[in-house]
């Protein structure tokens, strides 16, 4: 099995910044992944935020996050960040991190790709 753990969610005012990190580990964990992170926010479906891959050479976001979110992996700590600037009341969501062990080079957008989930962690823009 693989266990995700995420962190750093929390509360901040419109135009604040959160740093979420996601820590990787378990049995079953390949030596060579890719990540992601996705959110949900209430009575809406889970959605892409950002994905990167095993050697951090190929990221892609979401459009409503270009520029403000940057994603990034210590793969020496199997963890992945998610570092978010200029963050609005609508990014309030629960976020969730995600492992690919089926893809090392070029991640996917796709949730339904991804092996497996971490627990959440809530963040809450205020205006």
């Known amino acids: 099995q693989v266990q995700l753990v995420e962190s750093g969610g929390g509360s901040v005012q419109d135009g604040g910044s959160l740093r979420l990190s996601c820590a990787a580990s378990?049995?079953?964990?390949?030596?060579?992944?890719?990540m992601g992170w996705f959110r949900q926010a209430p009575e809406k479906e889970r959605e892409f935020v950002a994905a990167?891959?095993?050697?951090?050479?190929?990221?892609y976001y979401a459009d409503s996050v270009k520029g403000r979110f940057t994603i990034s992996r210590d793969n020496a700590k199997n963890t992945v960040y998610l570092q978010m600037n200029s963050l609005k009341p609508e990014d309030t969501a629960a976020y969730y991190c995600a492992v690919d062990q089926d893809r090392v080079v070029t991640p996917t957008t796709l949730q339904e790709e991804y092996d497996y989930w971490g627990q959440g962690t809530q963040v809450t823009v205020s205006s």
């Open positions: 378990g049995r079953t964990l390949r030596s060579y992944y890719a």
């Open positions: 990167i891959s095993w050697s951090g050479s190929r990221i």
